[in-house]
């Protein structure tokens, strides 16, 4: 049976913030936990759009912060469903701060999350495919299956040598 396909642009979700001074630490910079539980909102409303069903978060990818966010700034969330496996999808999240007052604007980080849509029950169930419409959807469709793979060897679910995908990048024999 073929699943049906929606695009990422299916899945997109903006979120928006403005940082209060519960939400800073003593330098008066965002605190990464709350920027964290943000991305994870965000992503995970993007992953019930695109699957029409409840969902769980699996796995977090590396978030590097590269750029504060300070107190007063507003910070805008975009998530958007990259690739679906069978019950999982991998979710980016771009992040970005506003000064309005000035009207710069930085890039402050991105990460993937990946969920898994579960029946009412808690099984995980099948998801529709991605149909990308782009070269920046195609590009980060591809590159899915790398960092899946990644995902599962660090997660100790996966042999390196079962990699195929990661193979040509470590060399792996």
């Known amino acids: 049976m073929s699943r049906k396909k929606k695009t990422?642009?299916?899945?997109?979700?903006s979120m928006t913030e403005l940082v209060l001074p519960n939400d800073t630490n003593t330098l008066n910079n965002l605190m990464g936990g709350r920027l964290m539980h943000w991305m994870d909102?965000?992503?995970?409303i993007s992953?019930?759009?695109?699957s029409n069903r409840i969902v769980v978060t699996?796995?977090?990818?590396?978030?590097?912060f590269r750029h504060p966010i300070m107190l007063g700034h507003v910070v805008t969330l975009k998530a958007r469903v990259t690739r679906a496996f069978s019950s999982s999808m991998e979710v980016r999240i771009d992040?970005?701060?506003?000064?309005?007052?000035?009207g710069k604007k930085i890039e402050s980080n991105s990460a993937y999350f990946t969920f898994v849509a579960v029946d009412q029950s808690g099984r995980p169930i099948d998801v529709p495919e991605i149909e990308t419409t782009n070269e920046e959807e195609k590009a980060l469709y591809e590159g899915a299956l790398r960092r899946r793979q990644l995902r599962l060897i660090l997660a100790g679910r996966m042999k390196p040598s079962e990699a195929n995908?990661?193979?040509?990048?470590?060399e792996i024999k």
């Open 8 to 13: 990422p642009q299916e899945s997109l979700v």
């Open 41 to 44: 909102i965000v992503s995970a």
């Open 47 to 50: 992953a019930q759009k695109h």
């Open 58 to 64: 699996a796995s977090v990818d590396n978030i590097s």
């Open 95 to 102: 992040v970005e701060a506003e000064d309005v007052p000035s």
């Open 165 to 170: 995908e990661l193979k040509s990048i470590f």
